[in-house]
């Protein structure tokens, strides 16, 4: 029996030591990747995230080989006489006419002391018939641009106004029924080609230097395959946060745009890099070339690309406010006791004057009369928005939709002929969507380099916290029971009592 009993601690104390041993390695093992493995990703992740020459990020930023496309749909006018005599337009919605980009970025600088990058991006669009229900041959019936920005520069009494229109009217009477506020051009003449306008030649005469090249209007002219004015981003290998902050445009840290310090500030970086370890309550902020100021994006919702899980981010109606009715956007008004209705931001700043209000689509967020006024559908937020999806530990873009309207803003003007009845309005032109979505061998390719060992390494933690308590838990138990059957041992035990007979010899 005292055999059995003294196996019986020895296995308890085996099993005790054995299950604190393999207990205190799997704690110690969970700590070690909650504390330590994450800082190694971390480290690995902040590595990808800088430009330095000709590395894989840095290859891959400059030359694109993502599939990146725009699509555009035209307002065509279908009364166009009627809305000269003061009616409402009645619009025809053709579209989309597609094109592929190519994007091609040419360095200028790479400055490593202060951790900066300078190029020039040139963008190639290429039509692609096959996605498309209309062609660049169609003829659409469109606002003239040009002609109504000039009619809006004849509107004052000054001498400059007086001359500019009796150059128009000049024109006008020595070239009859060629100068028309409504005209029929080719897709491929509005967008990009362009179209020769003679008027605008006479009026380069007059003011001694070209309105715009060879006398040509399109509403993208020179913008195919043409470099871009040069950005400054921050290369982020100093502070991985700073990733692709814009730091210069053009050579200057500030615009000169707006009338104002916080409406000239460039926040953000040019909506192709961004930053990793993305929450979802970062503010997402963007410059933007083609509106000479900073926009921001805010969390919407997430989601899920090929089990990749992303955050989308969107524009908010904040930035479509009225400065009326949001103060931040006051100083983008043309005049601070005349602001921009709700919907509509004015880039007549980056287009040389012309009368140009962008919106998104339908005009979303945008005020009820500019619909009412144009017919236009009700907009979708699901279909007429613009957003970002991001995958967050990463900041890799995985899916991207800039959604636009093109708008003129038209007013009747009694001094300048054809414009004495048309109606007061915001005008569309067209509206479109450039866009890209990560192939599933894309969002495959990230889930495999990353996402996967994230979530084996999250897994391996918990495996090894909740079998680390388990097994001390054990070892608890164990040791429990050792300790009970040595008191049950020590109460059972005989005691052995000996007696001492002592003789006393008696003498």
């Known amino acids: 029996m005292a055999n059995i009993n003294c196996l019986v601690k020895m296995n ?8 604190l ?37 840095f290859v891959k930023w400059k030359i694109p080989d993502l599939p ?15 809305v000269i005599n003061g009616k409402s337009p009645v619009f025809h919605e053709v579209g989309p006419i597609v094109y ?29 018939p096959e996605l498309s229900n209309i062609t660049e041959e ?12 000039i009619s809006k520069q004849g509107l004052s009494n000054s001498l400059a106004a007086g001359i500019l229109r009796d150059a128009v009217h000049e024109y006008m009477d020595f070239h009859p029924g060629e100068v028309k506020i409504f005209i029929r051009r080719q897709i491929k003449e509005l967008l990009y080609q362009g179209y020769y306008d003679g008027l605008l030649e006479d009026l380069a005469k007059l003011a001694g230097s070209d309105i715009f090249p ?48 916080y409406c000239n500030l460039v926040n953000g970086s040019d909506g192709s890099l961004f930053p990793p370890f993305v929450t979802k309550n970062r503010v997402i902020r963007i410059f933007s070339e083609d509106a000479c100021r900073s926009i921001f994006m805010t969390f919407q919702k997430e989601i899920d690309y090929y089990g990749v899980k992303t955050y989308r981010f969107h524009l908010p109606p904040e930035i479509w406010a009225s400065g009326d009715s949001y103060p931040d956007n006051m100083c983008f008004c043309e005049q601070k006791n005349k602001c921009n209705r709700s919907g509509l931001m004015d880039i007549a700043p980056c287009t040389k004057g ?48 800039k959604r636009f309207q093109v708008n003129v803003d038209l007013f009747p003007n009694k001094k300048v002929k054809g414009f004495r009845k048309v109606p007061e309005m915001v005008f569309p032109v067209l509206w479109g969507e450039e866009f890209f979505v990560s192939s599933k061998e894309r969002a495959d390719m990230l889930d495999v380099k990353l996402l996967k060992p994230l979530k084996f390494i999250s897994t391996i933690r918990w495996f090894c916290f909740i079998f680390g308590s388990i097994f001390i838990f054990l070892a608890s138990v164990c040791l429990l029971i050792h300790w009970n059957r040595t008191q049950k041992v020590e109460k059972q035990a005989p005691v052995k009592i000996t007696y001492i007979n002592k003789t006393l010899d008696s003498k």
């Open 214 to 261: 060879n006398h040509t209007f399109a509403i993208y002219i020179g913008k195919n395959g043409t470099f871009s004015i040069p950005l400054t981003i921050d290369a982020g290998v100093q502070n991985f946060q700073n990733f692709g902050k814009v730091i210069e445009v053009d050579g200057k840290s500030a615009m000169t745009e707006w009338d104002d310090v």
């Open 138 to 149: 169609d003829v659409v019936t469109a606002i003239n641009i040009p002609l109504v920005g």
């Open 354 to 401: 012309a009368p140009i209000f962008a919106s998104l689509p339908h005009f979303l967020y945008g005020d009820q009369d500019l619909r009412d006024k144009s017919g236009l559908l009700m907009p979708s937020v699901e279909q007429d928005e613009t957003y970002l999806d991001i995958e967050p530990v990463t900041g890799l873009l995985v899916a991207a939709m």
């Open 21 to 57: 041993i393999v207990g205190l390695l799997c704690l110690v093992l969970g700590i070690f990747t909650t504390l330590v493995v994450p800082k190694i990703i971390e480290s690995k992740i902040t590595e990808q995230t800088r430009l330095i020459n000709n590395s894989e990020t």
């Open 12 to 19: 308890l104390r085996k099993l005790v030591n054995y299950f």
């Open 100 to 128: 592929q980009e190519r994007r091609i970025k040419e360095i200028d600088a790479i400055d490593v002391e202060n951790d900066t990058v300078t190029f020039r991006q040139s963008i190639t669009y290429t039509y692609r």
């Open 68 to 82: 990146i496309f725009i699509r555009y749909f035209f307002y065509n006018v279908t009364n166009p006489d009627e």
